[in-house]
């Protein structure tokens, strides 16, 4: 998409009557124009937009990649500056705002596709769910009504002593959450309210998860959670 920009910015910045603004000595626009896209792609990559994590989340995916655009502009502008560099403003100006719209809507139509093969029951996530068991039971519906999200939901974690939860099997309980993750192959946890008495157990068990290679993600609000914007970034190790 960065690729497309650039090269959209190089041809179309002659049919715009711009005068000094397109002003390039020797025709550096394209050779920039390779620099440009290269810099993008890393400010994509810093911005973690690649990540699982990220990729189909909502708004936060598309202020990442919008921020990365505007990154890239601003590291660019001021390197030219410094080292009085001739492009064509016209071009640069171009090739920002097309890489960002072209980011954007390729995204918007990369998460149609992605969702609709999670609903045929492809890229999917193997996930359980730990917490109280009415939470677990709210959570359980959500995602069973929506399975474009791609939750695989495995089974259920709770501190009773339940063989069932919103229909879900109990697989074990929450304190030995990292163990029965690991046994069962699961890729992510959903920690819903009521799974942990105290933050400090929960961040410890964020942390033996993460080391794990499982993904903890926590829901910002109950019922009706917002997939879309689930977090699993566990705090620091020595936060308290």
């Known amino acids: ?23 390039d000595r020797n025709d550096l626009a394209p050779w920039t124009g390779v620099a440009i896209a290269a810099l993008w792609m890393a400010m994509l990559g810093l911005r973690e937009t690649y990540d699982s994590e990220v990729m189909g989340a909502g708004t936060e995916e598309m202020g990442k990649v919008a921020l990365s655009g505007f990154t890239t502009a601003a590291v660019t502008a001021i390197t030219l500056y410094l080292v009085k560099f001739p492009l064509s403003r016209i071009f640069f100006v171009l090739t920002i705002v097309l890489g960002i719209l072209f980011l954007l809507v390729g995204r918007l139509a990369l998460r149609g ?30 995602l069973a009504g929506d399975t474009s999200q791609g939750y695989e939901v495995v089974g259920a974690l709770t ?16 304190e030995d959450l990292p163990q029965v993750a690991t046994s069962l192959n699961i890729e992510s946890v959903i920690v819903a309210e009521g799974a942990f008495p105290t933050a400090r157990g929960l961040r410890r068990t964020a942390w033996a998860l993460a080391d ?10 109950l019922p009706d959670p917002a997939f879309d914007r689930l977090s699993g970034r566990p705090g620091p190790r020595g936060a308290r």
């Open 1 to 23: 998409m960065v690729s497309a920009a650039v090269i959209a910015a190089a041809n179309l910045r002659w049919y715009l009557p711009t005068g000094s603004w397109n002003v």
């Open 113 to 142: 596709v992605v969702r609709s093969m999670r609903r045929k029951g492809h890229l999917t996530h193997r996930v359980l769910v730990a917490g109280h068991p009415a939470r677990i039971g709210e959570l359980a519906r959500v």
């Open 159 to 174: 501190r009773t002593s339940d063989d069932t939860v919103g229909g879900l099997p109990v697989v074990g309980r929450v």
């Open 212 to 221: 794990s290679g499982i993904h903890p993600l926590v829901p910002p609000c």
